[in-house]
């Protein structure tokens, strides 16, 4: 075994011995945030046509500021931090606000559209101590729809396998605008075939809810959901009677359990859900986490955002939702958009 493979093989274990400090922290306790999903940009290299969480102006959120957010984060004592966008890798100070996450004793994690990796770039998030990297691929060729493309990403997918420290999933999906939903079956193989974990995820609208699926993608959904179990992003059991056009009956704990913290500094339930409750980060306390606890949000039936299901996993058997409440309407509420 060469010494490469003995880091990583170190590095591993030492991340799941803290993942399951997480587990055992949450089932302790309800009043912290086990997942807090930040912006450091809104701006993207892309423009997928499903897509309403980008732009193609915005300038980076500073990073003082976003020291000053992930500070506040760990006064809450949240578990994780996966930084979104946008495309984060876009932002000039990535490494140093990664650093500042694992300074704080939490999980650091990216999802990124992986166009801009190149092999110092990964050393660079090795070294700044990044744990978890999601990249999602539609499709097996570029389209009008999407450019995250097998074609077009594989070469990266190939420099993580080599270079990557971190775990790394790559989630394919089904389902509304995606042409061909067999592609999905191809990036979650050579996923796997390169080491990696693979997610399979279904495309809703830009209200987070629920568009079934057809005979073809139930059939791929159901294979994918066999290709791979190790690893903890695999519960994404709700998925089941989402393929099959049947809503869900949860306990959603955004705004408690899940935070999504927009380029303002907002909190909000998700990222489809902007708007509800928009509270500056600076200003939420415990005794908002609890009263979201507690709250039912009208959107959950039909909701598809995997994030926010597997958070909320843990607290399913325990104090039942007695708040109701209507969320606010979502930005860009027209299009379609992937699950995180």
Not at 21 to 33: E, F, W
Not at 50 to 78: G, Q
Not at 85 to 97: R, T, V, W
Request: net charge positive.
């Amino acid at each position: 075994m060469t010494k490469s493979s003995q880091r990583r093989r170190l590095l591993i274990a030492k991340r799941r011995i803290r993942e399951l400090r997480v587990i055992t922290r949450g089932l302790r306790s309800t009043d912290h945030p086990i997942l807090a999903h930040i912006i450091p940009i809104r701006r993207c290299n892309l423009s997928c046509e499903y897509c309403n969480e980008y732009d193609d102006f915005s300038k980076p959120v500073p990073l003082e500021t976003m020291k000053t957010r992930i500070d506040h984060l760990a006064r809450l004592r949240t578990s994780i931090v996966t930084l979104s966008g946008g495309e984060p890798l876009l932002h000039p100070d990535l490494d140093e606000i990664v650093r500042h996450i694992r300074r704080q004793r939490m999980i650091a994690g990216m999802i990124t559209n992986g166009y801009l990796l190149t092999a110092d770039r990964i050393q660079r998030l090795n070294h700044a101590g990044l744990d978890h990297l999601q990249i999602s691929i539609d499709n097996i060729m570029p389209d009008e729809v999407s450019k995250k493309s097998l074609k077009v990403l594989d070469k990266k997918l190939q420099l993580l396998a080599e270079h990557a420290e971190f775990h790394v999933n790559i989630n394919s999906v089904v389902g509304g605008g995606i042409h061909n939903p067999q592609d999905a079956l191809v990036v979650g193989r050579r996923a796997i075939q390169l080491g990696f974990t693979s997610t399979i995820g279904i495309i809703h609208d830009g209200d987070g809810q629920l568009r079934p699926l057809g005979e073809r993608e139930r059939e791929v959904f159901l294979k994918m959901k066999e290709l791979d179990k190790r690893h903890y992003s695999r519960m994404n059991w709700f998925q089941n009677n989402i393929a099959n056009g049947k809503p869900n009956n949860w306990r959603c704990r955004a705004g408690a359990r899940y935070l999504y913290i927009c380029e303002d500094g907002l909190v909000h339930y998700c990222s489809q859900q902007r708007g509800s409750p928009a509270i500056p980060l600076e200003k939420y306390t415990v005794d908002d986490i609890r009263r979201e606890f507690l709250t039912e949000k009208g959107c959950a039936p039909n909701c598809t955002v995997s994030c926010v299901h597997q958070v909320s996993y843990m607290d399913h058997w325990r104090a039942p939702q007695t708040i109701r409440t209507t969320p606010q309407p979502p930005v860009a509420a027209e299009q379609l958009v992937q699950i995180e």
